[in-house]
């Protein structure tokens, strides 16, 4: 951002979002292949701007864990295409999740938010 900012880079808007979430740090060397998510990316439609920060206007909701596996969820990337494309930002969840099979990975509408100090 800071390139954008000042005039290093024009950057354009993305037109999709897609997000990922993963059992660790996905670290600023973050690819579209390393580390490998829990889960597929899932495509996120509709934000909230305000300010600083943006927030999910909907409910995210993945698939169901399967049969015989385990998810920690504990961090999260968004990305520019289903297939990864440029990393747009990551972080940690505020708290770390243990989900069993059968279980669906939720995150209420307005509770991901990515805010730029």
Same mark, same amino acid.
């Given at each position: 951002?800071?390139?954008?900012?000042?005039?290093?880079?024009?950057?354009?808007?993305?037109?999709?979002?897609?997000?990922? !979430?993963?059992?660790?740090?996905?670290?600023?060397?973050?690819?579209?292949?390393?580390?490998?998510?829990?889960?597929?990316?899932?495509?996120?439609?509709?934000?909230?701007?305000?300010?600083?920060? !943006?927030?999910?206007?909907?409910?995210?909701?993945?698939?169901?864990?399967? !049969?015989?596996?385990?998810?920690?969820?504990?961090?999260?990337?968004?990305?520019?295409?289903?297939?990864?494309?440029?990393?747009?930002?990551?972080?940690?969840?505020?708290?770390?999740?243990?989900?069993?099979?059968?279980?669906?990975?939720?995150?209420?509408?307005?509770?991901? !938010?990515?805010?730029?100090?």
């Amino acid at each position: 951002m800071i390139a954008h900012l000042f005039g290093g880079a024009a950057l354009p808007q993305p037109n999709q979002w897609w997000l990922a !979430v993963y059992d660790e740090d996905p670290t600023d060397a973050l690819t579209n292949t390393t580390p490998t998510p829990v889960t597929s990316l899932l495509q996120i439609l509709n934000w909230t701007l305000s300010n600083n920060e !943006v927030s999910n206007t909907n409910i995210i909701q993945f698939e169901p864990v399967p !049969v015989g596996e385990t998810w920690t969820v504990s961090h999260f990337a968004l990305f520019d295409a289903s297939s990864g494309g440029n990393p747009l930002y990551h972080g940690a969840f505020r708290t770390a999740k243990v989900l069993q099979e059968g279980d669906i990975l939720f995150i209420a509408a307005g509770q991901l !938010v990515i805010r730029e100090l």
